[in-house]
């Protein structure tokens, strides 16, 4: 049986889904199927092992990366978190969302 708001719609229930680096139980989203817990996202750095930062330029979004121990700009959305290829992008409601890449994938 389902349940409905008040509105008579029906209510959306999600369920789990496991950060693919360290297997911690997040909050289930169907749009960032492979994403990072806030721990391991904070992890991230770039090819040559650099830690990386990232950020919306505007409050309405928009993608910005950057070298946190110089602050230069960093043109890509690819990053690694022990390892594992992942991809940096701007988040659908803001902020950023991280996501490990598929075994074989350049890009999400």
Known sequence: ???YNPRGLPV?????QECPICHCILREHPRYKRYL??????E???EDGRPLCFANFTESGGY??????????YESNLCFVRG?????????????????????????
């Open 1 to 3: 049986m389902s349940e």
């Open 12 to 16: 959306l229930k999600l369920g789990n």
């Open 37 to 42: 817990c806030p721990e391991c996202a904070s």
């Open 44 to 46: 991230a750095e770039s």
């Open 64 to 73: 910005k990366a950057w070298y946190a121990d110089t602050e230069e700009p």
């Open 84 to 108: 594992v290829r992942c991809w940096a992008e701007d988040a659908k409601f803001g902020g950023i969302a991280i996501s490990a890449l598929e075994p074989g994938k350049d890009r999400l």
